[in-house]
């Protein structure tokens, strides 16, 4: 069994940056593909970022390419999502995901990943 927390996340202005966190535990973290996903109020929710295994490989939402980046520690089991130039429709729950995936393959749909964490709250004001 994989439990996820994330963190990181807060209240920002337009333009700030913030740096989510995904810390995992339950098996080897370096076997996992990992994502990051956002919902925001009254909307489905939506792919932003995946991440392979090794970390060698990563995927980008058109809406925040060029802004975010997720990255991985595996000594420290830990995801994450840097994300810069932040704006009001940034604006969600981000969640992070895992999916056992030690061929290096990059998930990029929600259904393929069993395991979930709670979210972190991510608000930018105008």
């Known amino acids: 069994q994989v439990q996820l927390v994330e963190s990181g996340g807060g209240l920002v202005q337009t333009g700030d940056s913030l740096r989510l966190s995904c810390a995992a535990s339950?098996?080897?973290?370096?076997?996992?593909?990992m994502g990051w996903f956002r919902q925001a109020p009254g909307k489905e929710r939506e792919f932003v970022a995946a991440?392979?295994?090794?970390?060698?490989?990563?995927a980008y939402a058109e809406s925040v390419k060029g802004r975010f980046t997720a990255s991985r520690d595996n000594a420290k089991n830990t995801l994450y999502l840097q994300m810069n130039s932040l704006k009001p429709e940034d604006t969600a729950v981000y969640s992070c995901?895992?999916?056992?995936?030690?061929?290096?393959?990059?998930?990029?749909?929600?259904?393929?990943?069993?395991?979930w964490g709670q979210g972190t709250q991510v608000t930018v004001s105008s």
């Open positions: 995901a895992a999916a056992w995936a030690p061929s290096g393959r990059l998930i990029l749909l929600q259904e393929e990943y069993p395991y």
């Open positions: 339950g098996r080897t973290f370096s076997f996992d593909a």
């Open positions: 991440i392979s295994a090794s970390g060698g490989s990563t």
